[in-house]
């Protein structure tokens, strides 16, 4: 059995508590959810649940263990009748799953940013858009039809971010104060819809900032607000923020060093983005450069290091280090 942290709190300047609940999302996969207290303990005037994991069952069951935990141990007299707010980070399915299970249980409103409304209030009409455009994606990446990595993207997009339908009451946008307490900043680029929040001297970081991996990319050309280019914008735009002494990540643990957490995933991506050149010294696909990249891939690894590598050749094409051409049968050409 997966041996959890803690549940860890930080509190920040003002006295506002930001406790982190570690879950199991998905089986050998972790994400967080967290609670976020203002005012006396025995009598909160906020409380706000950030992110809820997945719709599995060891993922919920953990919620309910953590967030009991910081009633009991914590003594916040906290409950599902007092809770004010649910906010949605971004929509997948390891931060959101959750979401029809808590909601079934509160009154409190959910926030997410304005472009994630969509998938959250009609998930099956998302999922329908991305089967309609999976074949197109993979003629673009010239991903044989047959091909093992065809199965699994066409099962990626059948999968749906979460079970059921809710409703969003509060659309959220680049700059909002939410409820006085959350300051909220757009962040694409590993999902368009994603947003950090920022309470006092602690910085609620998703999965734009994490301690020890860089966050799953796909191109633009999938998904608005995706790709290389508005996740390197997004870092910039996190790094500018003054006074922030702890990001807290949707994966792993704190992040004191934060701004140096930074520096690291921009001289990975430089170096990722020169392997790709370096790789491209004839016309080649998406789907050929990925064993140049990475000779010894592990199938769990594919699909995603599939999608970084499209959101890299998508990126230096944009910027003018590749140049893409057209094959015959609709693929994309790369070349230095």
Known sequence: MTVLPAVACHVTASGTRVYTIPLRAFPH??????????????APSAVALVDMGSAQPDSLDDLHAGLAHIREASGEAWSWDTLNRLIVTH??????GGLPAVRALTPAP??????????LEQPEARGAAWQRQVEGHLRWAGIPAGSSYAARLRRRAQTLMLPSPVVVQTPLQDGDVLDGLFQVIHTP????????LR??????????????NSPPLMPERFQRGAGLQHYLASLDCIEALAGVEVALGGHGGPMRDWRGRIRELRARY??????????????????DLLPLLYPNLRAAQAILLLDQTAALAESLGQAGGLKETQRADGAALFQT
């Open 29 to 42: 996969f972790q994400a967080n959810a967290f609670l976020v207290v203002q005012g006396e303990p025995a």
């Open 91 to 96: 929509p997948h399915p390891d931060h959101v």
């Open 110 to 119: 959910v926030a997410a940013h304005t472009w994630a409304v969509s998938a």
């Open 189 to 196: 680029g590993h999902d368009g819809a994603q947003v950090c």
């Open 199 to 212: 309470v006092d001297d602690v910085l609620l970081s998703a999965d734009h900032l994490l301690p020890h």
């Open 270 to 287: 430089q170096d990722k983005l020169a392997a790709v050149q370096a790789a491209a010294q004839q016309p080649i696909t998406i789907h």
